[in-house]
């Protein structure tokens, strides 16, 4: 049995690029910086950044379009990918991608300047002015606690 599953909280490093395949499918690509933060021989902070490149598929992408903006910071859930093919020169490529299966937008509001003027409805928003929105949704998920409770 194997598990191919990938948890990164980073900060967006350009917009997300979304086009639309013949079958009408949309696919998004931006780019996820994470940063480590270590102390060196010398007792001095370093800080070691790793960029992912980011891929989202259908209503996720379409999320990523509206919501995600270069400088936001987000928690991203997916798998990891190794794709190849073949350069115009006839050499072989290879890139590894992050496949999300999950967004969360995380932050303060005014951190985000979609969130600013958000087209998220209120009753989507929690009380932490997060969202999160999963591949197989179609709305961002409410994580705001009920009032309501059947007990």
Not at 1 to 20: A, C, F, Q
Not at 47 to 52: A, F, I, K, S
Not at 53 to 68: D, G, H, K
Not at 136 to 145: A, E, Y
Request: proline share 4%; with cysteine; glycine share 6%.
């Amino acid at each position: 049995m194997s598990y191919n599953k990938v948890l990164l909280i980073g900060n967006v490093g350009r917009d997300p690029e979304v086009r639309h395949l013949e079958s009408g499918a949309a696919v998004a690509t931006f780019t996820l910086a994470t940063t480590e933060r270590y102390k060196d021989r010398n007792g001095q902070y370093q800080d070691q950044t790793e960029w992912h490149n980011i891929v989202c598929w259908r209503n996720l992408a379409e999320f990523s379009q509206n919501y995600i903006v270069k400088g936001s910071q987000i928690f991203v859930e997916g798998k990891i990918r190794t794709r190849s093919w073949t350069d115009q020169t006839g050499q072989k490529r290879y890139t590894t991608e992050i496949v999300a299966d999950n967004i969360r937008l995380l932050g303060k509001r005014a951190d985000n300047p979609v969130q600013q003027h958000s087209a998220i409805p209120a009753q989507h928003q929690s009380s932490a002015q997060q969202s999160q929105y999963s591949a197989s949704q179609d709305f961002p998920i409410d994580d705001t606690p009920s009032d309501d409770l059947p007990f």
